[in-house]
């Protein structure tokens, strides 16, 4: 077994371990354990991350992917729904640096335009229609938690051994199987070019056009169910809302 | 297109596009018009036929006066397209190469199917008229005129193909239109069991002619009639025929290319190329078990007047005059095998001797005047077979005599049946002879058409009966006489010519007993009747009247002309051994001749007294007084004879005891394998998934989280095992 | 090493971990709303790895395939938010478990183990059903009368 799968092994155990504890159990207890194991886990993946080009690259790297990870380990965690969406934002805009990181500008503006101003205040909104008073059991107890959290976190691990050992495999002339054809010089004039938006642009307007109409028709669609669905006869309106 | 080709393909053609006619518009448009159709198409089927009768007559005028034709008889036959064909499906010899098999649809024009088809349809028009009338009330109108002309197409096809599987499936056709009419009224239990046991007894003798069939495929390599030239190319490329009219065109170029048919020009010219032996034995008594089926010869005869259930213009058609005659048909077509093989022409003589007496014998007591008529059907038929065994290769004499007792007998058993239906009729349903009697002034045009009708199946001078039975018997009196060398075989057939008398007598006895009680002694109506009781419509009396003048002259009309006995021998089967006879007389001088001509006299004169006393004896009995009929009766019943003819010799019973019953022991033990063992393997296996998924039941919670991380895992087990690889 | 494949390696791993730690949270969590949060979290671990890949091959189909995972989420929420409402009004309860009727005639169904009372949280400011008058609480009554 290779240092990195080893690595990688201790990883998803400690990771399982810790994101168990952390789960919604019925009881607070040892959360602060799972915290700490679920840190060393990140950490020791993060011991395996390859180092970008330079330092402030890489330190900007792990802030952002840090934020995103730490987030999405809180979404799941915590037990106020309220809370989770908000770590969730979070971690979407965790995401969204991720985006920008990797030169995906118009994308990272619309992950946080759609997703955490639309979508995510949607959720708030429907949270808040939705509350039941005091703290609901749902809320505080998972669904086999155990065979979850290890279920997930097995197939993390597989995924980033995976990843890891096939990037670096090496071919017999010692260069790497993986490999972009392209130079930096062609990046910088493809997607990190300095006209991105009207690139992005020209690209989803120009081969993806019937794509875009076929979204634009779901939306409509999903519009139009979402009214269908939410939409009560006469006579159901008349009866008084669902208590408790 | 030249005239012979269209007629051929005109006369079965007609009534199948009536039959689809009728049975696609016959119940919503045509209703009670649905016999205009069959009448019209079997009307200029019988016009076409009697058209090719006269092509063929003249065909054979100018053969005969272009001089001494390269052909043994006269035969055309036309190929309009291949059905099947598989190359080289048959090896018969290492020096040739392997031969294909095919079938090609072939009609054939020669004397002996112009004759059928002459008569079929002729027949057929006329009973499809009295039809009308007989069917006018029936809801089934439509299916009966639908169902007629399928089976005159059926017959016209069997009588004029020209290959054995043909021959076989328009055999099979028949039988289909007889069981479909027998239980025309299948709502009626007798009707629908008296259908299924003519199919089923059937069944037994198409199983031995397919056997036939199959042994003369491996012998000959061929199932065709005719010869065909093969194309250049050998094997599977277009056929056609050889034999052509009158002339022989062979290429000189290839002479070699010519495949023989089983009953072609090459085998009939070199008679040593059919095999002798046990194996032509074999196939012609395979071939004698199907004709035993159709056309009820003993042990197979059994179906035949239980399918008297069928409307009686169905008896009259298929059960007396057409249908049935297959088998005789049949026989005289492959009468060059049969001529291969002494033994199976005396067991074809033996049947239909046997049969003739069995039938005549059971005749005699029967009270239900279509099975009288039945048996006498089956009798007349075994005649028609005894004929046809007493050819030799010198006389032809026989199969002539057989055949033209098949065109007589057609007429006069038709009208006799038509005319029993007349009773029926005016009877309201009831056939038993002993519910009503004296109906002579109640139903005129009947009682002298059925008079006709008897002393033409008496065989009386001059009505058509006479002719044809005595050549018959004249033929087996010959045979006899000319087998002096042979003891042995000359007993058997004295033995069968004394039957054949024996017969004759019984005939004339049964025949009138039926005609004296039907329509003499005092008058009696059954309550069935009711107000009923009257002559039949015109579209009755006028196929009979026609039957009856037909059953008068055409025997005589033929037989003293000689034109019916000069036109059949130049159908190749029978022209073979005219040849052979002219070679022979050419070497022996004219030895047989007169005494041919003295012993036919005799044999006129003596069937001719024979017939007479039955027919006194039956006055005797049955225009007397009652009491001498019991007296008699109880005086053969005491000896069990009159039990045994009542009974119909018991065949039925006996079947049932050695047949029936251990068949169905058989089958309700293979019930009882199903039921334990086959049904229990069975519902294992339903059980089987059944079990599985209870087990697998508990999978099934309705947790949707559930279903995403079974989902998930078995992702991980797919990456799991690729990573591993 | 080249850090065009540093980066893709490590975005890769960044989106695995997303995906797997929404996957988890999709299984075990009982809020019918956060495990919709979750479903979300698993498509951004896998826009990152899209992202990631399109740089990597210098093309833009990765970026294109993300607007439209964003736009085919925004119709998802759209329908699982009306869905999760009704299911609500139904029955009163954010809980996936009260949906099991899909199970097998004869299986039982899933019994949550009684959990220890917790006192109730701090209540979060919760909206009033439009068109009708707000329910005024004690506290907000004394909170507006110091005003």
């Keep these: 077994m290779s240092d990195s799968q080893l690595t990688f092994t201790l990883a998803t155990l400690l990771g399982a371990v810790g994101v168990w504890l952390l789960l919604p159990r019925g009881t607070a207890r040892g959360w602060a354990a799972g915290a700490v194991l679920v840190a060393i886990a990140l950490g020791l993946g993060a011991s395996r991350m390859l180092r970008l080009e330079d330092w402030v690259a890489d330190g900007v790297f792990f802030i952002l992917a840090g934020v995103t990870v730490v987030a999405a380990v809180a979404t799941i965690s915590f037990r106020d729904p309220v809370l989770c969406a908000i770590w969730f934002g979070l971690s979407l805009l965790g995401t969204a640096g991720l985006f920008l990181f990797a030169g995906a500008q118009f994308l990272a503006v619309a992950t946080v335009v759609v997703y955490a101003g639309a979508i995510l205040v949607t959720f708030l909104f429907v949270l808040m229609l939705a509350r039941p008073k005091g703290r609901a059991t749902w809320n505080r107890s998972s669904w086999e938690p155990v065979v979850s959290a290890a279920t997930g976190i097995v197939m993390v691990g597989v995924l980033s051994m995976t990843i890891s050992d096939v990037l670096a495999l090496r071919g017999e002339t010692g260069r790497p199987i993986v490999e972009a054809a392209e130079t930096a010089g062609d990046r910088a004039e493809g997607v990190l070019a300095d006209q991105h938006v009207a690139l992005v642009g020209a690209e989803l307007f120009g081969r993806n056009l019937v794509a875009v109409e076929v979204a634009g028709t779901l939306l409509l669609a999903a519009l139009v169910g979402a009214a269908v669905i939410v939409a009560r006869p006469r006579s159901e309106a008349q009866e008084p809302p669902a208590a408790d | ?725 | 090493m080249d850090p065009e494949i540093a980066l893709l390696h490590n975005y890769l791993i960044v989106g695995a971990v997303l995906f797997g730690i929404g996957m988890i949270g999709f299984f075990s969590r009982r809020n019918m709303i956060v495990m919709f949060l979750c479903a979300e979290m698993m498509l951004q671990g896998v826009s990152l790895s899209l992202v990631a890949f399109g740089r990597f091959h210098n093309d833009f189909g990765g970026q294109m395939l993300v607007i439209f995972i964003i736009a085919v989420a925004a119709c998802e929420a759209a329908i699982a938010l009306a869905v999760v409402l009704m299911l609500y009004r139904r029955a009163g309860k954010l809980d996936v478990i009260v949906w099991q009727a899909l199970r097998e005639d004869n299986q039982p169904a899933f019994e949550e183990e009684a959990l220890p009372e917790e006192p109730p949280a701090e209540p979060w400011p919760s909206l009033s059903r439009a068109g009708l008058s707000p329910e005024i609480l004690p506290e907000e009554t004394d909170f507006r009368s110091r005003l």
């Design chain 2, 1 to 725: 297109m030249d005239t012979i080709k269209t007629l051929l393909i005109l006369i079965p053609a007609l009534p199948l596009a009536a039959t689809l006619l009728t049975a696609v518009l016959g119940k919503r448009v045509l209703r009670r018009q649905s016999h205009w159709p069959t009448v019209l198409a079997i009307g200029l089927s019988c016009a076409a036929s009697l058209v090719l009768v006269f092509q063929v007559q003249q065909g054979i005028h100018k053969a005969e006066s272009e001089g001494p034709s390269p052909q043994v008889g006269y035969e055309k036959v036309v190929t309009l397209w291949t059905w099947a064909g598989v190359d080289g499906a048959y090896a018969y010899s290492t020096s040739e190469p392997a031969r294909g098999f095919r079938i090609d649809v072939t009609l054939r024009a020669d004397p002996l199917t112009a004759v059928m088809l002459a008569m079929v349809t002729l027949v057929s028009l006329l009973v499809a008229v009295y039809s009308i009338g007989y069917m006018h009330d029936d809801p089934g109108y439509w299916r009966f005129f639908s169902y007629i002309p399928l089976f005159v197409f059926s017959m016209t096809m069997l009588v004029s193909v020209s290959n054995f599987v043909l021959l076989y499936v328009f055999w099979e056709a028949v039988g289909l239109c007889s069981y479909l009419l027998i239980g025309f009224w299948f709502q009626k239990p007798a009707a629908a069991a008296a259908g299924k046991k003519a199919f089923l007894v059937n069944r037994i003798g198409d199983f031995g002619f397919a056997l036939g069939l199959f042994l003369l495929w491996t012998t000959y390599g061929t199932l065709d009639f005719h010869d065909v030239k093969l194309a250049a190319g050998g094997e599977g490329t277009a056929a056609t025929v050889v034999h052509h009219e009158t002339e022989i065109v062979e290429d000189a170029d290839q002479p070699g290319l010519v495949r023989a048919g089983v009953l072609g020009q090459t085998m009939l010219r070199d008679r040593a190329l059919y095999v002798t032996g046990g194996v032509a034995t074999a196939i012609c008594l395979l071939l004698m078990l199907g004709a035993c089926g159709k056309s009820a010869q003993f042990p197979l005869h059994v179906w035949l007047p239980d399918a008297m259930e069928g409307p009686t213009p169905v008896s009259a058609l298929i059960h007396a005059a057409t249908m049935v005659t297959a088998g005789v048909y049949m026989v005289t077509r492959c009468l060059p095998l049969f001529l291969a093989s002494e033994v199976a022409l005396q067991v074809v003589a033996a049947i239909g001797g046997f049969t003739a007496l069995l039938a005549a014998l059971t005749a005699l007591t029967q009270t239900d005047l279509k099975r009288i008529l039945a048996y006498s059907t089956i009798s007349q038929l075994g005649y028609m077979f005894l004929g046809l065994g007493a050819v030799t290769l010198l006389s032809a004499a026989g199969a002539v005599a057989g055949m033209f007792h098949l065109f007589t007998h057609a007429f006069f058993k038709a009208l006799l049946f038509l005319g029993a239906g007349s009773v029926m009729h005016a009877m309201g349903g009831v056939i038993d002879v002993r519910r009503f009697g004296g109906l002579r002034r109640l139903m005129p045009t009947t009682h002298w058409t059925f008079l006709f009708g008897c002393l033409a199946l008496a065989g009386i001078v001059p009505f058509a009966g006479f002719w044809s039975k005595d050549l018959i018997l004249a033929a087996v009196g010959e045979q006899a006489y000319s087998h002096a060398l042979d003891p042995q075989t000359q007993r058997l057939y004295y033995l069968l010519y004394i039957a054949g008398l024996l017969t004759a007598f019984l005939t004339a006895f049964y025949t009138f007993r039926a005609f004296f009680l039907t329509f003499y002694g005092e008058e009696r109506i059954p309550r069935e009747a009711g107000h009923h009781a009257h002559e039949s419509p015109r579209s009755m009396t006028v196929p009979l009247a026609i039957l009856a003048v037909c059953a008068l002259v055409v025997g005589a009309y033929f037989e003293l002309t000689h034109g019916f006995a000069h036109f059949l021998e130049q159908a190749p089967p029978l022209a073979m051994i005219a040849a052979e006879q002219a070679t022979a007389e050419a070497g022996a001088g004219l030895g047989q001749s007169a005494h041919q001509a003295l012993s036919h006299w005799w044999v006129a004169v003596i069937s001719s007294l024979i017939a007479a006393a039955g027919i006194a004896l039956a006055a005797l009995l049955y225009l007397g007084h009652p009491q001498r009929v019991e007296r008699l009766t109880r005086t053969l019943d005491a000896g069990g004879l009159y039990r045994l003819s009542r009974g119909k010799f018991f065949f039925d019973e006996i079947y049932d005891l050695f047949v029936v019953r251990p068949l169905q022991a058989v089958a309700s033990l293979s019930f009882l394998f199903d039921r334990t063992v086959i049904d229990r393997l069975v519902d294992g296996c339903g059980l089987m998934p059944k079990r599985i998924g209870a087990a697998l039941r508990p999978l099934q919670n309705g947790m949707i989280q559930f279903y995403a991380l079974a989902m998930v895992l078995g992702l991980l087990v797919l990456l799991g095992t690729l990573l591993t690889m």
